[in-house]
């Protein structure tokens, strides 16, 4: 039960569908690291000015139980437990013994089917509920994709849960939002025993990614100069961090607001173009290729449900969630201005700390050799003296031969000067060291690389350099070379 009378409160039972999956994990280890009703007190405590006090508090956390998408999928270590959706009667009696119902229904349509069997199965228990449902279908703002401008002389104007009844879909996502209309309808009839909400979600990420992984992964393995956006990019894509979603939800499943259609998506009302460029600066080399909207689907790696949300172009804006929920938020602002702690949660989730490796050793004796079947091994960089060297001379010379060139912007020119005169002190270091380079270049110019994207994501196996304490301690000081 969850009420406004905490000394009431009692553990609350709440069921997730697809707890193996993406949306579905996530949002249930949200659920069961949440004590219910807590967004309820924080709200009392900004009215009231104070702490609640916790002797007044019984802390009772959400016991979670849900199905898995995958049948030999191991259940997540908080859900309490997996029940099989293939037996709808025992199915439906585990969804009787729960308070709040999760359906997510952007997983498939057999999930949709499911969840508009289950909100029907549901309503027609209600002379034995007891104790209020709440039924919450967790949808997607493909059901909006279609939806004319509220203003065509000012298409920029954002849709909010105010405008619901406007919405419109995409072709491949009707029989989504006939399932929202189905629970919004059913939860109408008696709100006392069984209320309904609909939460149409931006495009999650964060957390390890879903929708965006492919991005993610090709710019952390480095193996293409640049991402590709899907036609010119313009299109602007809602989007919410996963954790913040699942906060949507625990608001609702807490609180139970009497605004039953939710729109759930960040402040961020980034273009793909943004979005991906965002990834690739972040991940790799900032580039980004644009390919036609036909060509997208070659990629292997791209279903057509992703192609579809990719492609979305709206304006959508979460009034009723900034205004009235209490959200401890990830991502509030968008995924631009949060993209070192997403980058950080994608490295973290997916276990993908980098191997840093340093082979020393006397002349002769296979360092090189025993280097590079490390890096085969764990698919790092390797990284040679002289190649580090030959590059960084390379790039210098490529950006100070544009020294002189009129096009330049202020930024660019000054960097051309900066590695001319640099290259000129190093032929005068090395006329003055019988042809070697002096260990603050080589330093140097071994810092940079370590930084680059590359040795930073996957990490590099060293070889044979540094050779002595000092130029290791010069090389890895705190002050000039992080992480």
Not at 285 to 310: C, M, W, Y
């Amino acid at each position: 039960r969850v009420g406004n009378d905490r000394s009431q409160r009692i553990m609350a039972r709440v069921f997730v569908n697809c707890v193996d999956q993406y949306v579905g994990k996530n949002i249930s280890k949200v659920f069961a690291e949440s004590v219910v009703g807590k967004t309820l007190d924080e709200v009392q405590e900004d009215e009231e000015g104070s702490e609640v006090d916790g002797a007044n508090s019984a802390k009772s956390y959400y016991r979670v139980v849900g199905t898995l998408k995958d049948p030999n999928a191991v259940k997540p270590a908080w859900v309490e437990e997996i029940v099989s959706n293939s037996n709808r009667d025992e199915l439906l009696e585990i969804l009787m013994s729960c308070d709040v119902i999760v359906y997510d229904i952007d997983q498939g349509l057999d999930d949709v089917d499911e969840a508009g069997w289950a909100v029907e199965a549901l309503h027609s228990q209600l002379d034995v509920i007891k104790e209020q449902k709440v039924f919450i279908c967790l949808s997607t703002v493909m059901t909006w994709a279609r939806s004319k401008p509220l203003d065509p002389e000012d298409p920029d104007i954002p849709f909010t849960e105010d405008d619901y009844r406007k919405r419109k879909p995409h072709p491949n996502f009707k029989r989504h939002i006939a399932v929202e209309k189905q629970v919004i309808k059913l939860g109408k009839t008696n709100k006392s025993k069984f209320c309904s909400y609909v939460v149409a979600s931006g495009l999650t990420y964060g957390r390890g990614e879903n929708i965006f992984h492919f991005l993610f992964k090709a710019a952390w393995l480095g193996e293409a100069e640049t991402l590709n956006v899907f036609g010119n990019g313009q299109n602007v894509v809602p989007m919410i961090h996963i954790k913040d979603l699942a906060s949507v939800l625990l608001n609702v499943a807490d609180g139970r607001p009497k605004t039953r259609y939710l729109v759930a998506v960040d402040g961020g009302q980034l273009s793909l173009e943004e979005a991906v460029k965002t990834i690739s600066t972040g991940l790799g080399t900032g580039k980004v290729k644009f390919i036609p909207r036909e060509d997208a689907l070659l990629d292997k790696n791209l279903s057509q449900k992703d192609f579809d949300h990719l492609l979305v172009n709206l304006r959508m804006e979460s009034a009723f969630v900034k205004d009235n929920m209490q959200i401890d938020w990830i991502g509030e602002t968008g995924l631009v201005d949060n993209i070192d702690v997403v980058i950080q949660e994608f490295k973290e989730t997916r276990g993908l700390l980098p191997v840093r490796i340093c082979v020393l050793g006397p002349p002769a004796v296979g360092k090189t050799t025993f280097a590079e079947k490390l890096c085969r091994h764990f698919k790092v960089h390797h990284v040679k003296v002289m190649d580090v060297i030959r590059e960084m001379i390379r790039q210098m010379e490529r950006s100070a031969a544009r020294a002189d060139a009129e096009d330049l912007d202020d930024d660019d020119d000054a960097q051309a000067q900066k590695d001319k005169e640099y290259l000129e002190l190093l032929k005068e270091s090395q006329e003055n060291n019988d042809g070697r380079y002096e260990d603050q270049y080589v330093i140097n110019f071994f810092r940079k690389k370590l930084k680059s994207m590359p040795c930073q994501n996957q990490g590099f196996v060293l070889d044979g350099y540094p050779k002595t304490y000092e130029q290791a301690k010069d090389l890895f000081s705190s002050k000039k070379f992080k992480n």
